[in-house]
C-alpha cells in the first residue's frame, strides 16, 4: 500500500498481507475527490474472494437515551460466523463483543470514522468453542452521503 494519501491509523506491519493489500487498494480506488467512499460505490462483485472476511459496521446516531452514538453490524461475510459462531448482520456491536473491549474498539472506529483514516489492528478473539485466536484486520470508513463518514468497511484475517 504505497499511496501516500492514505492516512494510516494502528500499528501497520512491515509487511501487509496481499489480501489487505487488495482492499485497501479497492476502497482507496473508489474514493471521491473529497477523499470519501460512497457506500453506493463498492460492488461486491468487484472483491468476491474477499467477501466471506468482509464487515460492515455503521454509526448510529442518538442510540442510546443519553444521546450517544452505538454501532450496528450492518454485514458481516460468512467467516465471522465459522468464527464467532453466531449471526452478526443486524446485531449491536456492544451487545456482541466483550465488555472490556468495546471501549477500545469504539474508539478506533471514532478515529476512522472523524479522520478518514485506515485503521490496521491485531486483536485477539474468543472462537465459538471458546478457545482463543486472533484477528487482523484492515477498517476503512465509508459515506452514505458523501460528505459524512458513518460507516466502516472492514476486511478481517483469522490466525489460530
Not at 500500500?1 to 500499528?11: F, H, K, T, V, Y
Not at 471521491?32 to 454509526?59: C, F, H, W, Y
Not at 460468512?78 to 451487545?95: C, S
Request: glycine share 8%.
Amino acid at each position: 500500500m504505497e499511496d501516500a494519501s492514505i492516512r494510516r491509523l494502528g500499528n501497520w506491519p512491515a509487511q501487509l498481507d496481499a489480501r489487505f493489500e487488495r482492499f485497501v487498494t479497492y476502497w482507496a480506488s473508489k474514493r471521491s475527490p473529497n477523499g470519501v467512499v460512497l457506500k453506493r460505490r463498492i460492488d461486491p462483485t468487484e472483491i468476491a474472494p474477499l467477501l466471506p472476511g468482509i464487515m460492515i459496521v455503521e454509526q448510529i446516531a442518538n442510540a442510546r437515551t443519553d444521546g450517544s452514538v452505538r454501532y450496528r453490524y450492518r454485514l458481516a461475510g460468512g467467516l465471522h460466523y465459522d468464527r464467532n459462531g453466531m449471526e452478526l448482520t443486524g446485531r449491536w456491536f456492544d451487545e456482541v463483543q466483550r465488555s472490556d473491549a468495546v471501549p477500545e474498539l469504539e474508539a478506533d472506529f471514532e478515529e476512522i470514522l472523524r479522520t478518514g483514516g485506515v485503521h490496521y489492528k491485531v486483536s485477539p478473539n474468543l472462537t465459538k468453542n471458546r478457545d482463543y485466536q486472533s484477528f487482523e484486520r484492515v477498517l476503512c470508513p465509508i459515506s452514505l452521503d458523501g460528505e459524512i463518514n458513518s460507516m466502516l468497511i472492514g476486511y478481517y484475517i483469522w490466525r489460530n
